[in-house]
């Protein structure tokens, strides 16, 4: 019998109000449903430069939608949402912090944190000494770990962390791997159960058809 717990891998950055609200849940859905979680900070930005996208931010009428679209789900979900002093903002040293090579055994601590100082109350998160305080309030030597973000090998380390997320797929945040089937976006924890009793609704028949399809016209870009 094999007893091999299954794994779930979490690719965020805190630019992302959606990778909040994936936060705010993923750590319960694992328990619940008995999956390993492993916590990967990566850069957004160079997602969006990889794939030739926008953020939804640079988008004017997204970023009003989203904004709705924010204060909606907070009011669904009873917490409270502000949003980060500045959008969007440089996430570097957050993210460099929020490494289990830098925070250890305290990197849901630290991530958590970071998320609802940002997200919740509307701290500064790209700001060196307002992460610092915000992790002291937390418990944890915020000034220790910023120094930690400053070797070369931490900042090696994202790099690293983002390469291999694109070598995985990964276009955006956030995003979720269960066995190199990927998950993307706050509104796929559904999925994810069913994914994980083997009741996944997807047809790899249907789907490799659907990918084979011949293009009629592109768009010019």
């Known amino acids: ?22 936060w705010r849940k993923i750590i319960d859905f ?21 794939w030739g996208q926008l953020g939804p931010a640079e988008i004017p009428p997204k970023r009003k939608w989203l ?20 959008h969007p903002f440089n996430p570097l040293t957050a993210l460099r912090l929020s490494l ?24 500064d998160i790209g700001d060196l000494q ?12 915020g000034s220790a770990l910023v120094k930690r973000t400053m070797e070369p090998s931490i900042k090696e380390l994202l790099k690293h962390e983002t390469a291999i997320a694109i070598e995985l797929g990964v276009f ?27 009741e996944d609704a997807t047809d790899k028949a249907l789907i490799k058809k659907v990918l084979s399809r011949k293009r009629a016209i592109d768009r010019k870009t």
């Not at 904004?67 to 500045?86: E, I, L, S, T």
């Not at 958590?112 to 100082?117: Q, Y």
């Not at 269960?178 to 559904?190: A, C, P, S, V």
């Open 130 to 141: 307002e992460l610092i305080k915000i992790l002291d309030s937390s418990g944890i030597d």
């Open 30 to 50: 694992c328990n619940e449903n008995e999956v390993e979680l492993t916590i990967h900070p990566i850069v957004f930005g160079k997602l969006l430069d990889h």
């Open 172 to 198: 955006g945040i956030p995003t979720m791997i269960i066995d190199k089937e990927l998950f993307w976006g706050n509104d796929q924890f559904d999925h994810m159960a069913l994914y994980l009793k083997g």
């Open 67 to 86: 904004a709705n679209y924010c204060a909606r789900y907070a009011r669904q979900y009873d917490f409270k949402f502000v949003g980060p002093k500045f």
């Open 100 to 123: 289990k090579e830098v925070c250890g055994v305290e990197q849901k601590k630290v991530v958590n944190a970071i998320f609802e100082a940002g997200w919740s109350h509307g701290k």
């Open 1 to 22: 019998m094999n007893t091999k717990k299954q794994h779930l891998d979490f690719y965020f950055d805190y630019l992302s109000p959606y990778a909040y609200f994936s």
